[in-house]
């Protein structure tokens, strides 16, 4: 499903909001962590198909942004988890209308 996400939906997807400067791929981002919640950072890079050191760029950028947060895992301190901070919450609402909508209109013709 991520996959088809990345191919047939992401490149039609507007930008989502000018004034925090979110591609589609930062959106893509938003959207898994919507889905799973807090995970480790190395399992959202396996989920976004990206190298750990892309994934990490990409974060640090969104937390620059207020959209992400990091944390420590409870079960293991070592672990760093990535989760949506409030503003990326509404955000990945947003995101996920748009999804529905760029679907909805793909799928119309069959």
């Given at each position: 499903?991520?996959?088809?996400?990345?191919?047939?939906?992401?490149?039609?997807l507007?930008?989502?909001?000018?004034?925090?400067?979110?591609?589609?791929?930062d959106?893509?981002?938003?959207?898994?962590?919507?889905?799973?919640?807090?995970?480790?950072?190395?399992?959202?890079?396996?989920?976004?198909?990206?190298?750990?050191s892309?994934?990490?760029?990409?974060?640090d950028?969104?937390?620059?942004?207020?959209?992400?947060?990091?944390?420590?895992a409870?079960?293991?301190?070592?672990?760093?988890e990535?989760?949506?901070?409030?503003?990326?919450?509404a955000?990945?609402?947003?995101?996920?209308?748009?999804?529905?909508?760029?679907?909805?209109?793909?799928?119309k013709?069959?």
């Amino acid at each position: 499903m991520d996959l088809m996400m990345q191919r047939l939906v992401l490149p039609r997807l507007p930008s989502l909001d000018e004034s925090l400067d979110v591609s589609p791929a930062d959106g893509h981002t938003l959207a898994i962590l919507g889905r799973t919640g807090a995970i480790p950072m190395s399992n959202l890079a396996q989920m976004l198909g990206l190298p750990l050191s892309t994934t990490t760029h990409r974060v640090d950028k969104l937390v620059k942004k207020k959209l992400l947060q990091r944390g420590r895992a409870e079960s293991d301190r070592r672990i760093v988890e990535v989760s949506l901070a409030p503003l990326g919450k509404a955000l990945e609402e947003k995101v996920r209308a748009m999804h529905l909508a760029v679907a909805s209109e793909m799928l119309k013709p069959l």
